[in-house]
């Protein structure tokens, strides 16, 4: 394991191997490999959503190894001509925590929000995950919401059976 520190990187359209190492980080650090790994993208739908500039992938490297990866979507305001960026998924693998690797992460997104005229980031954290809420409170103010998942029926695809 090397103490050098991860060279942070932006995943392209050309950076499928990558994309794939950092969704299998994903799953194995947030301990869900079957969201992260039963159903992957195809090639067409990673390459398309990685070209988008307001889709923000990172991964911080240790020689070819992705050690934190760190995955953010711009968000357009209405109420002023103005940006949010909104981290999805940040995680770095547990030999190599306490490095400032999510730290280093999370001030190239600051870099990249700036010159993409964000007005600010924002994250969200569990009650239970002490180290990421240490790490925001370093960073960031604190605000108190709550967090509402509304669930969206799917809707038959035309030719299958009810859709007639």
Not at 65 to 86: M, N, P, S, T
Not at 103 to 130: G, P
């Amino acid at each position: 394991m090397s103490s050098e520190p991860a060279a942070i990187r932006r995943l392209g359209p050309a950076d499928l191997p990558l994309f794939r190492k950092m969704n299998a980080l994903f799953g194995e650090v947030f301990a869900e490999p079957d969201t992260y790994g039963t159903a992957p993208p195809d090639d067409a739908y990673v390459t398309t959503l990685l070209a988008k500039e307001h889709v923000v992938a990172l991964v911080a490297l240790s020689g070819e190894d992705i050690v934190g990866a760190l995955v953010a979507y711009e968000l357009e305001k209405f109420e002023q001509a103005r940006r949010e960026v909104y981290i999805y998924d940040l995680a770095v693998h547990e030999a190599h925590r306490r490095r400032g690797i999510a730290t280093a992460l999370i001030e190239h997104l600051r870099t990249h929000a700036a010159e993409r005229a964000a007005w600010v980031i924002y994250v969200q954290a569990d009650h239970i995950d002490a180290p990421a809420i240490a790490l925001y409170t370093k960073l960031g103010l604190r605000e108190d919401v709550l967090h509402f998942d509304i669930a969206v029926e799917k809707k038959p695809s035309p030719g299958t059976a009810g859709s007639e």
